[in-house]
């Protein structure tokens, strides 16, 4: 079995909860057909996705797998 882990984001203020509901829901219907574990779900909410904030956040995605 996979342990993963998701990130869904929204990133203006044409977008709103909905965008990251789906997002969340498509990954967690993909994961069951697929026998795949999410393990955490990361969520940024019209947060700049700068260079910084991804390379931290892969870098907590693989200590968390």
């Known amino acids: 079995?996979?342990?993963t882990?998701?990130?869904a984001r929204y990133?203006?203020?044409k977008q709103n909860?909905?965008?990251i509901e789906?997002?969340?829901h498509g990954c967690e219907q993909f994961s069951k057909t697929d026998?795949?574990?999410i393990i955490?779900?990361?969520i940024d909410r019209?947060?700049?996705n700068t260079t910084d904030n991804l390379q931290n956040t892969h870098y907590t995605n693989l200590q968390l797998c």
């Open 35 to 37: 026998d795949i574990v």
């Open 22 to 24: 789906g997002q969340i």
């Open 5 to 7: 882990v998701t990130y």
């Open 11 to 13: 990133s203006s203020d």
């Open 46 to 48: 019209t947060l700049s």
């Open 17 to 19: 909860e909905q965008y």
């Open 40 to 42: 955490k779900h990361y």
């Open 1 to 3: 079995m996979l342990k």
